[in-house]
Nanobody, 116 residues
């Protein structure tokens, strides 16, 4: 059973930065495609970005392209989301997601609040 635990959320002013972490346990982390999602109050969960198993390729939602960066450290079983130039509309609960074959796992999320 794979467990994912996000951390690093909090309150930040617009224009600031945060780095989220997602620590994985219970499986072969280097085999997982990792994704970050977010869900703002009253809205559907949306994909923020994806990183491949080796970290060699990433892609992002248009809304965060150029501001957010996903990276991973397979030796530490951890994926990161570096968020820069934060905007109030980035306020959401951020979730880590792991996918391998037909299996998918979710963390419980970490709240990011961006004040104007």
């Amino acid at each position: 059973q794979v467990q994912l635990v996000e951390s690093g959320g909090g309150l930040v002013q617009a224009g600031g930065s945060l780095r989220l972490s997602c620590a994985a346990s219970g499986g072969a982390f280097s085999r997982y495609i990792m994704k970050w999602y977010r869900q703002a109050p009253g809205k559907e969960r949306e994909l923020v970005g994806t990183i491949t198993t080796t970290g060699g390729s990433t892609n992002y939602a248009d809304s965060v392209e150029g501001r957010f960066t996903i990276s991973r450290d397979n030796a530490k079983n951890t994926v990161y989301l570096q968020m820069n130039s934060l905007k109030p509309e980035d306020t959401a609960v951020y979730y880590c997601n792991a996918r391998v074959s037909s299996l998918t796992y979710w963390g419980k999320g970490t709240l990011v609040t961006v004040s104007s």
